[in-house]
């Protein structure tokens, strides 16, 4: 059997004489000296009642003949000195009557009787005590036994039990080792499980942000075309009052490719029906330019972060849209004189 851990033995004793706890270590009690081991301290005790009894009965005995000695002693003497006065008086008065010898004679013969049966009596009485004594030492040894077997007994139930948990944890231990190999499997497929969640945690975080990213990269840019001093917007009137007209607006930003949605009164354009240059929109409009002016053009879109290189300003000279110092081109009609610009080549000559 294995050696108990130290961590599971009790940390104090305490005397099962005086109740005074004493370290784990000590073998004798502190205070009264008794043994701490119970059965030590048992068999200490029930010695050392029997010894109190057998002495107690030893002394009983030695005090009940050592009475009758001296009661029988005393009557000895009593009696010698008796005889002795009788022989004395029976060789002075050898000449008295022979009568009174006889009843002297008898006298001492009662005395000497009395003290006989006075011995008897005290004989039998220390022989009763002594018996008595000796009940009671019995009744003793008998109680002390019973409290031995007591003790043996609830050592051997306590015993049973610590065996009988023993047991048990054995065999829970056995089942937790047998167990063990599904557990780690368990617990390796709940540390993937819980890796994947913290990936799909990352992913829906990284989805977030850049949707959050990208809707925040959502821009409206608003073009009131009647009013004539707007510097972002330019129209410029079909050719010969016949086509269309081309509306000239300059975004705040350049718009990401494929993004830019341009949107009048409550129509959305196609998106043939306008060409994007950097921040700048040019939409073909065909029906009149009053009844363009009399509604706001939208254009939505998401700007680009990258593209630092855009037009600040739009200007008309001379019938020709400028943006920045670069000319544009007339579109909508014949344009030999418009040589390219750094977005746009020259178109190829007939």
């Not at 009137?237 to 350049?254: D, E, F, I």
């Not at 008309?316 to 544009?328: H, I, K, N, Y």
Request: proline share 5%; with cysteine.
């Amino acid at each position: 059997m294995n050696a108990e851990p130290l961590s599971s033995l009790p940390k104090e004793k305490v005397c099962y004489g005086c109740q005074e706890t004493n370290l784990a270590t000590s073998t004798f009690c502190s205070k009264c000296g008794a043994a701490l081991d119970l059965s030590t301290f048992v068999s200490r005790r029930v010695s050392a009642e029997l010894k109190d009894v057998i002495r107690d009965r030893s002394v009983l005995e030695t005090e009940s003949s050592i009475r009758v000695f001296e009661r029988a002693f005393g009557w000895m003497k009593l009696l010698g000195g008796f005889v002795v006065l009788v022989l004395t008086g029976l060789s002075v008065f050898v000449g008295i009557k022979s009568y009174s010898f006889s009843l002297a004679a008898g006298a001492a013969n009662d005395s000497v009787k009395q003290v006989a049966i006075s011995a008897n009596n005290e004989i039998q009485k220390s022989a009763v005590a002594v018996t008595e004594a000796g009940k009671n030492t019995t009744s003793t040894a008998e109680k002390a036994k019973l409290d031995i077997q007591k003790v043996a007994e609830k050592l051997s139930s306590d015993t049973a039990s610590f065996k009988k948990d023993i047991a048990a944890s054995r065999g829970q231990l056995a089942e937790a080792a047998r167990l063990a190999p599904e557990i780690h499997e368990i617990q390796g497929q709940l540390n993937k499980a819980t890796q994947a969640i913290q990936e799909q945690q990352k992913t829906l975080s990284s989805t977030e942000d850049f949707t959050r990213k990208v809707f925040s990269a959502h821009t409206n840019a608003l073009f009131a075309l009647d009013q004539p001093t707007n510097p972002n917007v330019i129209v410029v009137p079909p050719a010969g009052g016949k086509g269309n007209a081309h509306v000239y607006m300059l975004l705040p930003s350049s718009p990401v490719p494929g993004t830019v949605q341009l949107q009048w009164n409550i129509f959305v354009q196609l998106p043939n029906t306008y060409l994007v240059f950097q921040n700048l929109v040019m939409f073909a409009w065909g029906e009149s330019v009053d009844a363009l002016k009399t509604k706001p053009i939208s254009v939505s879109y998401f700007a680009d972060s990258k593209d630092k290189d855009i037009i600040k300003t739009l200007s008309l000279r001379d019938g020709r849209v400028f943006a920045d110092d670069q000319p544009m081109p007339k579109f909508g009609e014949v344009d030999p004189d418009f040589r390219g610009n750094k977005w746009m080549p020259a178109p190829p000559k007939p």
